[in-house]
């Protein structure tokens, strides 16, 4: 069964950039034809789709995030990750990733989340 984990600071400046990082395990992230998203819910909001990077290493945004979102992989390591630049407290969430068969869901497999504060 896949597992994914979440890794990354808890606690980012703003206009810094947020990295986070996606480690799955019991599964290749190069396996047809799955796709592999973050997703985040910030305080008392629902689910946003960010954006995802596909088992090719084809890359989808949100288009609501797109001028600021980054996803790239590491298949060495069987690992994705996602660069939020010029973030803002806006930013701070809950930053999920997840599994899918396809970039926008629906997702079968989830990591446990990470919170993520943004402040000076």
């Known amino acids: 069964q896949v597992q994914l984990q979440e890794s990354g600071p808890g606690l980012v400046k703003p206009s810094q950039t947020l990295s986070l990082t996606c480690t799955v395990s019991?599964?290749?992230?190069?396996?047809?034809?799955?796709?592999w998203s973050w997703i985040r819910q910030p305080p008392g909001k629902g689910l946003e789709w960010m954006g995802a990077i596909g088992y090719d290493g084809a890359t989808f945004y949100s288009p609501s995030l797109k001028s600021h979102t980054s996803i790239s992989r590491d298949t060495s390591k069987n690992r994705f990750s996602l660069q939020l630049s010029s973030d803002t407290p806006e930013d701070a969430a809950v930053y999920y990733c997840?599994?899918?068969?396809?970039?926008?869901?629906?997702?079968?497999?989830w990591g446990q989340g990470t919170q993520v504060t943004v402040s000076s």
């Open positions: 019991g599964g290749s992230i190069t396996s047809n034809y799955y796709y």
């Open positions: 997840a599994r899918a068969v396809a970039p926008t869901g629906p997702f079968d497999s």
